[in-house]
């Protein structure tokens, strides 16, 4: 029986336990995080066994590392130490891939160890062992930097599209499509908070767009301070790029070139739907967290509130506090009903509930 450690098991190591035991039921999974964590993990049935230390790697046949990047680096440090076993695979998750290879070269090159970077291009704004979701990769992208066909066997369960990209392209690719993005959300709310100040309104009017363009604001920032450093040369010229686009579009206002703005405008919106990203990973889910007294008919008295909403999954999440008996996890399709479903149950019960 094959046996899989996966180092990390937040929301990307959590979510890819659940697709490899999927497909392979009979793997024995093992997981090494925080023992907090661990616990979850366990609870939940994502792991089948909480590793004591990360010598357990010498007995693992696969090792998946899915920490933030400079975690990642330190454990390929610590892994080489290892006696592991002769043909281990070893692969990580890491948002950026030519620091992690040139690393992982660097180490595993001289020994009978084979490293394949990887990254899943599908995530959320949401981190930890409870985000974990077994189809949060379903039709996503899943970027490898070369080949292997044991790693496509042990990740098929994930539902997700193979796509081998080197490191210097996946980084460059990546600093557009995904980390730039994150700079811009965070700017965006930065910005209009320091507009708020002689315009408080601006905390209040936001709508759909400004809150579709500014999700991934809500991510982990030290994972995405990690990002940033491990990609500053792409990321600072699309920053600038963009300052250069920006000015363009500026002088076209300035000078009320509507025809020039029109085009502008039909061009970004051409381009979009004919991108890929409509037939991506699922939506994002929103979930809300109630606080739930041990009582009986506690849940159903909350569903009871919401028999008309779109609910997308119901997990409950043991707590071992004396107070309360856990957290009823209920996730939606939009943010829209996660909002309506939380004024309703803070208006009719007195639990505590957050998003
Ligand atoms: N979040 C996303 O959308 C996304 C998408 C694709 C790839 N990634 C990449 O996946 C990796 C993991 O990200 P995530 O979103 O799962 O983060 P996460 O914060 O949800 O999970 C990281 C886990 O690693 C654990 N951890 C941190 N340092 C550790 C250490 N030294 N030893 C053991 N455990 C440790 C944490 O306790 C946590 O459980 C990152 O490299 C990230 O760039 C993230
Ligand atoms: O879906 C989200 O919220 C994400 O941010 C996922 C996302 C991205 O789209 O940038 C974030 C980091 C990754 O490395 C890959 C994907």
């Known amino acids: 029986m094959k046996k899989i450690l996966i180092i990390g098991l937040g929301l990307i190591g959590g979510s890819i336990a659940l ?3 999927r497909a392979h039921p009979h793997y024995e999974i093992w997981g090494y995080d925080r023992p907090e964590v661990q616990t979850i993990a366990l609870e939940q049935t994502i792991i089948d066994h909480a590793a004591p230390n990360l010598c357990s790697a010498e007995q693992a046949d696969i090792i998946l590392i899915a920490l933030p990047l400079e975690a990642t680096l330190e454990t390929l440090r610590e892994l080489a130490e290892l006696e592991l076993k002769e043909q281990v695979l070893i692969t990580d998750t890491g948002s950026t891939k030519q620091s992690i290879i ?3 070269q660097e180490l595993f090159e001289s020994k009978k160890i084979i490293f394949v970077g990887g990254h899943p291009m599908a995530g959320s704004h949401k981190s930890g062992v409870r985000a974990a979701d077994v189809h949060l990769f379903e039709n996503a992208y899943y970027v490898l930097t070369e080949e292997n066909v044991a790693l496509r066997d042990l990740l098929k369960g994930l539902g ?3 796509i081998i990209v080197n490191p210097k392209e996946h980084d460059q690719v990546t600093g557009q499509v995904s980390h730039f993005p994150h700079v811009l959300a965070s700017s965006l709310v930065l910005q209009a908070e320091e507009y708020a100040v002689t315009h408080p309104l601006v905390r209040q009017l936001g709508a759909g767009g400004f809150r579709d363009m500014t999700r991934i604001a809500e991510a982990d920032s030290t994972m995405w301070t990690g990002i940033l450093l491990s990609n500053p040369d ?3 010229e699309r920053i600038e790029t963009f300052k250069e686009q920006l000015d363009a579009l500026s002088v ?4 009320q070139d509507e025809k020039g703005l029109k085009h502008f405008f039909d061009e970004g919106k ?3 739907q004919n991108m890929e990203i409509h037939r991506g990973a699922i939506p994002n889910f929103y979930d809300l967290f109630v606080a739930i007294p041990d009582e009986k008919g506690v849940v159903l008295r909350i569903l009871a509130l919401l028999q008309d909403f779109s609910i997308t999954n119901i997990k409950i999440n043991e707590e071992n506090r004396e107070d309360t008996h856990g957290q009823l996890q209920i996730s939606f399709k939009t ?3 996660l909002e309506r479903a939380y004024q309703i149950i803070q208006l009719a019960t007195d639990f505590e509930v957050r998003a």
Do not use: C, M, P
């Open 270 to 272: 051409s381009i979009r």
């Open 335 to 337: 943010e829209t009903d």
């Open 252 to 255: 076209k206002i300035k000078a």
């Open 160 to 162: 997700a599209k193979f």
């Open 102 to 104: 040139q690393l992982a």
């Open 234 to 236: 792409v990321i600072i």
């Open 19 to 21: 697709g490899i035991k």
